[in-house]
C-alpha cells in the first residue's frame, strides 16, 4: 500500500518505512543508539529528501527512545541521576557544538573534516571495544592488574562534589558526567548525528557502569535530546514529515521492545562486541564511501 | 458534418482548433497518491509534429558539490543551480534527436536543451560537467523526463500520455505544444496546469507551514504516546 507523504513530497510505500524502523528500533533498544547514523542515510536511498530524512528521523528517535526508555525502566536499568546530569552536559555541549561547526564551515572543507573526524572517531571506539570485549569474552581481565584503579581514574576520583550512583554502582564527582557529556555533544553536533555511538563506550569505559544501566540510560537523555529536535524541526524548519514518522516511529518501538528484550539475553561483552562490530562496519563504510568515485557529483543542499 | 462532430465528441476527439487540453487538470495529490498517467490532446494540421512539455517554475537550487581532495572524495563547495525549471517533461512525436539541434535548443524540445539554459553560480570551467548532474540527478528523481513518440498525430488532432512523478510538488505547471513542420515552428499554444495537496496531506503540509508551533507539539506528543503505548501494548503481552 502506497501513503504520499506530504513533506518529503513523495509516495512510499508503506512497508519500506515500517521495516527500515523496525531494523533501527531494534538496534536502539539493544544498544542504546538513537540510529540516526544509520536510518537518515536509508531513508535517502528511498529517495526522502535529506532535510526531511533527518527531521523525520529525530521524529521516531523520540519514539523509539520512548518505547526504550519504558522498557528499559522496567527491568531497572534506568539510572535517572546520572541521566538527569548528563543531559545537561549534552545540551550545553551540543550549544557549543553548533557553534564550533558553524566556525568550521567559515573556513571551509568543513564537510571534510567532520567526515574523517567520525571515521577516525568510530574506527578508534570500535576498535578498542572489538578488542576489550573479547578480552573479557576470553575471560583474561580478571587479573589484579586490570582491577587496579588507572591513573585517569585516581584523577576522577579526586575531583571535588564525589556522589555516588547506586543504580549504576559507580561513584564520580558530579561533573564528570556533566563534561563528557558536553563533549560528547560537541562532538555529536559537529558530526551531525546523535552521540549513541561514543556515549555508550564513554559510559561504559570511563565511567565504569555496567553495559545495561548504560544503555537504559543514554536512552533516557536521547528521549529528551530527541524530543527537542523533533520539536524545532517541526516548528522552525518544517522538516519533520509528520505521516513518514508515524509509520517508522511505529516499526522503530516495535523493534526497541524486541531490542530491550534480546539485550537481556546477553551479556554486556556480548552487547559490546556486536556493538563494536556495527561501529567498525559503519567505519568500514564511510572509508568506502571517501575513496569510492560518487555516481552523482551534485546532492541537495541539507541533511546530515 | 454534424454527425461526424457528434462521434468526434463521444469518441473524445478533440475538434479541429481545440485548444491544449490536459487532463487531469487539477492534479489532486490524496494519501494513497503515486502518480499518475496525464493525458494531453489538442488540434494539429495534419502532417505537423507536435512536442508537449510540462515545466516547474525556475527557481535557484542549492546543491552541494562533490571533488577530490587528494585520494578522497568529499563536498568541495556548494553552487547554485538557476534558470532551468525543477521539473521538465516533454513528449513528443519523434525523438528530438531526428530534428536539427538548432530547433531543439531554441524550443527546448529535449532535457539536454533545457539544462542548457540552466546557470551556475560560482561559474567555473566545468559548467557543462555540472550541467550534465544536475540533470542526472533530476531524472534520478524522476522530475526530468522524456517521453519519446508518445504523441500521435491523427485526424485532425494530437493526444499523448506523459507519467506525472509522485514527488513534483504542487503548484502551478507551464504545458506547451509546439507544432513544427518542416523544420519550422508553426503554432504555439499554452496552458495552466493545477497540482494541490488533498485530504490528510493537505491538512498536514497547511498544518505544518502555517501553524507550525501546533504541528511541532503535535509530533512531539504523537511520537511520544506512540513510544509509550508501544510499551504498554508490550508490558501487557506478557514482557519481562
Redesign the interface.
Known sequence: MHLFLPIAAKSINILIPFGLGGLVGFLSGMFGVGGGFLMTPLLMLVGIPPTVAAASDSCQIAAASASGTFAHARMGNVDYKLGGLMLVGGIGGGAVGVQVIKLLRQMGNADFLIMVTYVVVLGLIGAYMFVESLSTLRGRVHSEAARRPSRAGRILAALPLQTSFPKSGIRHSIFVPIALCALVGILAAIMGVGGGFIMIPAMVYLLRMPMHVAVGTDLFQILFTATGVTFMQASVNHTVDFILAIVLGLGSTLGAQLGARVAKRLRGEQLRIILSGIVLLVCVKMVYGLVATPTLLLSPKGGH | MRRCALIAILLGVPRVGAALTVEPNPIR???????LSLRVSGAAAPGTQVFVSISGAALP???????R?G??????G??TVSGAPHLFLIAGITPAATLPRALVDANRLDLEATVKQASLAPAGADDE??RR??R??KE??GAYRSFERAIRVEQGSYRGELFWP?????GTYRVEAVHLREGEVVRRETAVLQVE?VG???W??HL??ER??I??????V???A???L???V??KGG??
Open positions: 495529490i490524496a494519501a494513497t497518491f503515486h502518480g537550487e542549492l546543491f552541494n558539490r562533490k571533488g581532495l585520494p578522497l572524495w568529499a563536498n568541495v556548494s553552487v560537467l555540472l548532474e544536475y542526472r540527478l534520478s528523481w509522485d514527488g513534483a510538488p504542487p495537496l490528510l496531506p493537505g498536514i503540509a505544518a507551514f507550525s508551533a504541528y511541532g507539539a503535535m509530533s512531539v504523537i511520537a511520544l506512540v513510544g509509550f508501544m510499551g504498554l508490550f508490558k514482557g519481562h
